[in-house]
C-alpha cells in the first residue's frame, strides 16, 4: 500500500510539475492586423507617375493616314483625329510633335514638303477642334523613318501618315 501511495503522489506531482511547466509558456500576442491596401491611384497621379518615354511607347494618340500624294485628311480618319482631341483636351498640359510622313516614292525633297504638309494639316484640324495651337508643332519626316521598308502598297499605305510624339507633359 505504501508503494502504492508512493507512486500515486509520484504521479501526482508529476503531472502538477508538467502543468505548472506548461503555464510558464508565454503566448506570443497576436500579429497586428495587417495595414489596409492603399487606395487605388487616380487616373490623375497615374498620368503623372509616367515619363515622356512611358506615354509615347503607350502610344495614346493614334496615327493618322493619308491616301497617295495627298495631304488633305480622309474622311475615315476625323473619327481618329477627334479621339485624339479629346485625349488632348482631358491632359490639358500635353504638347506633342506631329510628324509627318511619306512613302519612298518619289525625291527626298518632295516626300519631306508632302510630310510638312500632312503634318500641318493634322495640327489644323486639331486646332479647329479646340486645341491650342502653342500645344502642337508640325514637323516633317519625309520618308526618313519608315514603319515599313517592303516595296508594296501596303507597305506604302502604312508610311504615308501622321504620327504624334509627346513633347511635354
Known amino acids: ?21 506548461g503555464c510558464n509558456r508565454r503566448i506570443p500576442p497576436p500579429a497586428p492586423a495587417p495595414a489596409p491596401p492603399p487606395k487605388p491611384l ?21 496615327d493618322v493616314f493619308f491616301d497617295y500624294d495627298m495631304s488633305t485628311i480622309r474622311e475615315d480618319q476625323r473619327p481618329v483625329l477627334q479621339r485624339n482631341a479629346d485625349y488632348l483636351r482631358r491632359w490639358t498640359t500635353t504638347r506633342v510633335s506631329i510628324e509627318g510622313h511619306a512613302d519612298a516614292r518619289g525625291t ?3 516626300n519631306l514638303s508632302l510630310g510638312g504638309r500632312r503634318a500641318g ?20 519626316k519625309g520618308e526618313e523613318t519608315p514603319l515599313c521598308s517592303e516595296e508594296t502598297e501596303a507597305c506604302f499605305q502604312r508610311n504615308r501618315r501622321g504620327h504624334f510624339v509627346f513633347t511635354a507633359k
Open 121 to 140: 494639316a493634322i495640327r489644323d484640324y486639331l486646332v479647329s477642334l479646340g486645341i491650342a495651337p502653342d500645344r502642337l508643332l508640325a514637323v516633317s
Open 42 to 62: 487616380t487616373e490623375d497621379e497615374i498620368f503623372q507617375r509616367k515619363t515622356l518615354a512611358e506615354l509615347n511607347a503607350e502610344m495614346p494618340l493614334a
Open 108 to 110: 527626298a525633297e518632295y
Open 1 to 21: 500500500m505504501k508503494l502504492r501511495r508512493s507512486v500515486w503522489l509520484s504521479t501526482a506531482a508529476l503531472l502538477l510539475l508538467v502543468v505548472i511547466a
